[in-house]
């Protein structure tokens, strides 16, 4: 018998798919990516206090958002809003970004349907990769996935492949 | 025939699937076109089912033209009908599970040895798994089943039929031989299929914890696969039976026809 390498449950031999988690048998699945060790990957900006959804931030007054797409020259001042998605949009699947960056080269680029979010507490901005495909760079430090990182006055966040310049108004 | 319908009688289920056997008898077939997330799965499948039909879940009512286009042009490329494979095993083997991997995979369900495989479209093709049980000790070569392939053609009004013997060697260890590509793709669909089924098998049993866990099994293989929307699907249904709540309507029906329609490259 063999032991199913993900989920241990054992199997004849020459079996291809394990019946319980289907795994790929003969190879153990696909091949996944290691953990590195903690102490090798940057640290996340830890959030302040007040940004814990405490409720201060709906006495804070929301600020727009100036984006600068460095490689097209495009321009597009996003009003206040508490939360803005940024991505690419899919008309068949219903996903509108409030910042689309189809026009950026956003398909060929590796930009995900829904990339990244960026989003108001507590009178700071803060920026979220929402799971892509191909990451969320700030400053060139790629962000882990579903953490939040605090943003500056002036930021180069890197979408995929394409760069932009976000500006705090 | 193509039904545009939420599957809910008013208390006629079986008159329903008489109708719809007669229908197949008189070479009527049906289709049934679900919109939404409230109709009738398990009716709709087994009403199709007797007249060579085949169920398409629709999310969106924006999508019904396409799905009307696509029913009706393969309407008109129709080259057999009523395609049946009679399997005749040996005393030396056995039936398993049968499916259908392409145009969808799905559970086909034996009638008398006869496997029904409905429409035969010009350019395209059906192909099938069919699980053959043998005795563990069978050694060297033996004929296990013969198959009989028949279908009505329109353009010839008549039936045509092809007949093939399967035989298999039997070893005591594997070989070393590469495993042809579309054979390895078609168990990997039918895996992921059967995952989803009995996802939802044991959640109709009564037991949560087996259900989400293979939920989670079924997304983790559709993010290996790319599908990532679907594996996102799974990845909420699964939270949701975890936390003791019912899976939503749309869910189900989204991973269940998903999975089924994921394209086979053979």
């Not at chain 1, 996003?78 to 689309?100: M, N």
């Not at chain 2, 395209?124 to 069919?130: A, I, K, Y």
Request: charged share 25%; net charge negative.
């Amino acid at each position: 018998m063999i032991d199913c390498p993900s989920c241990g449950k054992k199997h004849r031999p020459g079996t291809l798919f394990c019946t319980e988690c289907g795994v790929y048998l003969p190879t153990g699945g696909t091949l996944r990516t290691t953990p590195l060790p903690t102490d090798q990957l940057p640290k996340s900006p830890t959030m302040p206090p007040d940004a814990a959804g405490s409720g201060e931030e709906q006495q804070q007054p929301l600020r727009s958002l100036k984006v600068d797409m460095l490689e097209t020259g495009r321009q597009v001042d996003l009003p206040a809003a508490s939360e803005v998605l940024v991505g690419r949009k899919d008309i068949v699947h219903g996903i509108f970004p409030d910042l689309d960056l189809t026009p950026d080269g956003g398909l060929n680029k590796g930009v995900s349907r829904r990339h990244a979010k960026i989003f108001q507490r507590g009178g700071k901005f803060f920026i979220e990769d929402v799971g892509s495909a191909n990451g969320t760079f700030l400053n060139e430090q790629r962000l882990t996935p579903y953490l939040p990182y605090p943003l500056e006055e002036e930021n180069l966040i890197q979408i995929g492949q394409v760069q932009l310049r976000v500006t705090l108004q | 025939m193509i039904l545009l319908t939420d599957g809910h009688t008013y208390g006629d289920e079986e008159k329903c699937i008489a109708a719809a056997r007669k229908a197949g008898m008189d070479q009527i077939g049906i289709s049934a076109l679900g919109i939404g997330e409230d109709w009738n799965t398990e009716f709709l499948e087994e009403l199709v089912r007797h007249a060579e039909g085949t169920c398409t879940y629709i999310s969106h009512p924006r999508h019904v033209r396409q799905v009307l286009q696509k029913q009706i042009r393969g309407l008109s490329n129709l080259v057999a009908r009523d395609m049946q494979l009679r399997l005749n095993f040996t005393d030396k083997a056995s039936l398993g599970n049968a499916f259908t991997c392409f145009p969808e995979a799905n559970r086909l369900k034996p009638e008398d040895s006869v496997l029904n495989l409905g429409l035969l479209n010009r350019n395209s093709w059906v192909q099938l798994l069919v699980e053959v049980i043998v005795a563990p000790e069978l050694e060297g070569e033996h004929r296990l089943l013969d198959l009989e392939l028949s279908g009505m053609v329109p353009a010839l009004g008549k039936r045509e039929t092809a007949s093939f013997s399967l035989t298999g060697k039997f070893v005591e260890q594997p070989g070393e031989g590469q495993i042809p590509t579309a054979i390895i793709n078609a168990l990997s669909r039918i895996s992921l299929y059967r995952m989803q089924e009995q996802a939802w098998a044991a959640l109709d049993e009564g037991d949560p914890v087996e259900a989400s866990n293979k939920l989670k099994a079924v997304a983790t293989r559709l993010l290996d696969l790319g599908e990532n929307d679907l594996a996102r699907m799974a990845i909420v249904e699964a939270s949701r039976v975890s936390e003791g709540k019912q899976v939503t309507g749309k869910g189900r029906k989204t991973i269940t026809y998903g999975t089924r329609a994921l394209g086979i490259e053979s």
